[in-house]
C-alpha cells in the first residue's frame, strides 16, 4: 500500500476525513523526528507544514510527491528536488484573505498614527497633534502579484487607492493601475506612500531591497514587510529609519527570526513588529484541506492538473 506521511499536527477529524475519502493510501501522521526516518524509508507521498532537510530527502528513496502547506519553499532542499524528479506542491493562495487583511490594517494604522498613540497611551501622553492621514488616494506598491498580491491590490483598489504592481512577467493585473517588471522596482518605490513587501527568498531576491530602494522612497511613505525577511538588507533599513528617510515600517518578518533581542528595531519609535503571524488563520487548515484532496485526486487518478505546482528553478 502506499504511504503518505504527514510530518505536521493535523488534526484528528482532518486526519479521518482523508482516510476516509483515501483508503487505498497508508496514512501515517508523525512529528517525532527519532520515528521519522524509518517512516521514510517507504514513502511516496509527503505532507510537510515549514521544515523538510535534506537529511529526510536522502531517507526516502520513494518518495514522488511533497506537498507543502505554506507558500514559502525556501526552506527545503530544491536542487534535490529537482535533481530526483520529485514533484513538488505548496500552499500559495491559504493566506490571501487573512494577510491581506493584515495589509489594509497596516496602512490605516500608519495613516491614522495608532502606532505613535499607542505609545503616548503607554505614558499617558494627551497629544491631539498627531497626523490623521488616510489611505483613499493613496499611492500603494505591491512588490509580487501572487494570490495575496492580488487580494490586498482588489481590496486597497475597493478602498479608492491607486495600486502599482511589481511581476516578474509584467502582464495586465485586475485592480493594478500598472504592473512592473523587476527592472522598474525602484520607480514603483519612488511613486508609493506605502509599499508592501511580498517577494519570496530566491538567489535572485536575497538582501535585494536595499539602501537603493529606501533612498528612492518618499519621506513620508512606508516600507510594509510581509514576504520573507531575507530578501531584505536589513542593516539599510535600520539605517532608513533611523535617519527618517522614510516615515515608519510594519514589520511581519525578519533577516532572523526570532527578531534578536539586540536589535535596534525593537526601540524605533516609527516601527511596528509582529511575531511572523500575519498568515495565521482559524480557516488555514480548511483552506489547506481543499488543496490537499484536489491534488490527492490528480496524483492517484492521474486526470487533471494539479494546482499550486512549484517552478523550482525560480524557487516558488
Known amino acids: 500500500m502506499t504511504r503518505a506521511l504527514i510530518n505536521f499536527d493535523l488534526a484528528d477529524p482532518d486526519l479521518d476525513r482523508l482516510q476516509k475519502h483515501y483508503p487505498q493510501l497508508e496514512w501515517v501522521r508523525c512529528t517525532a523526528r527519532d520515528k521519522l526516518f524509518d517512516l521514510l524509508k517507504e514513502t511516496e507521498i509527503l505532507l510537510i507544514f515549514l521544515h523538510g532537510d535534506r537529511e529526510m530527502l536522502d531517507a526516502a528513496p520513494r518518495l514522488k510527491w511533497i506537498q507543502?502547506?505554506?507558500?514559502?519553499?525556501?526552506?527545503?532542499?530544491?536542487?534535490?528536488?529537482?535533481?530526483?524528479?520529485?514533484?513538488?506542491?505548496?500552499?500559495?493562495?491559504?493566506?490571501?484573505?487573512?494577510?491581506?487583511?493584515y495589509a489594509v490594517a497596516a496602512m490605516i494604522n500608519l495613516a491614522r498614527g495608532f502606532h505613535v498613540m499607542f505609545r503616548n497611551q503607554m505614558r499617558k501622553n494627551w497629544d491631539r497633534s498627531v497626523s490623521q492621514q488616510q489611505i483613499c488616494g493613496a499611492t500603494v506598491g505591491i512588490l509580487g502579484l501572487g494570490a495575496i498580491g492580488r487580494e490586498i491590490a482588489r481590496k486597497a483598489a475597493f478602498m479608492g487607492m491607486r495600486v502599482l504592481g511589481v511581476r516578474r512577467t509584467p502582464v495586465r493585473v485586475a485592480d493594478v493601475d500598472s504592473v512592473h517588471g523587476p527592472e522598474e522596482m525602484a520607480f514603483v518605490f519612488q511613486q508609493s506612500d506605502y509599499v508592501i513587501n511580498l517577494l519570496p527568498c530566491t538567489p535572485a531576491t536575497e538582501k535585494l531591497i536595499d539602501r537603493r530602494f529606501f533612498e528612492a522612497m518618499k519621506p513620508t511613505a512606508s516600507f510594509i514587510n510581509m514576504g520573507r525577511g531575507k530578501t531584505v538588507n536589513e542593516a539599510d533599513l535600520i539605517d532608513a529609519l533611523r535617519h527618517k528617510k522614510i516615515k515608519a515600517l510594519v514589520s511581519d518578518v525578519y533577516a532572523t527570526e526570532p527578531l534578536p533581542?539586540?536589535?535596534?528595531?525593537?526601540?524605533?519609535?516609527?516601527?511596528?513588529?509582529?511575531?511572523?503571524?500575519?498568515?495565521?488563520?482559524?480557516?488555514?487548515?480548511a483552506r489547506a484541506m481543499k488543496i490537499i484532496e484536489h491534488n490527492l485526486d490528480v496524483y492517484l487518478s492521474g486526470r487533471g492538473e494539479m494546482i499550486n505546482t512549484v517552478d523550482i528553478a525560480a524557487g516558488y
Open 261 to 285: 533581542v539586540d536589535s535596534p528595531l525593537w526601540d524605533m519609535e516609527n516601527v511596528i513588529l509582529t511575531p511572523h503571524i500575519c498568515g495565521v488563520s482559524p480557516h488555514y487548515m
Open 68 to 101: 507543502a502547506i505554506t507558500a514559502g519553499v525556501d526552506d527545503l532542499p530544491l536542487a534535490e528536488i529537482a535533481r530526483r524528479g520529485i514533484r513538488l506542491t505548496n500552499g500559495r493562495g491559504i493566506h490571501a484573505i487573512h494577510m491581506a487583511e
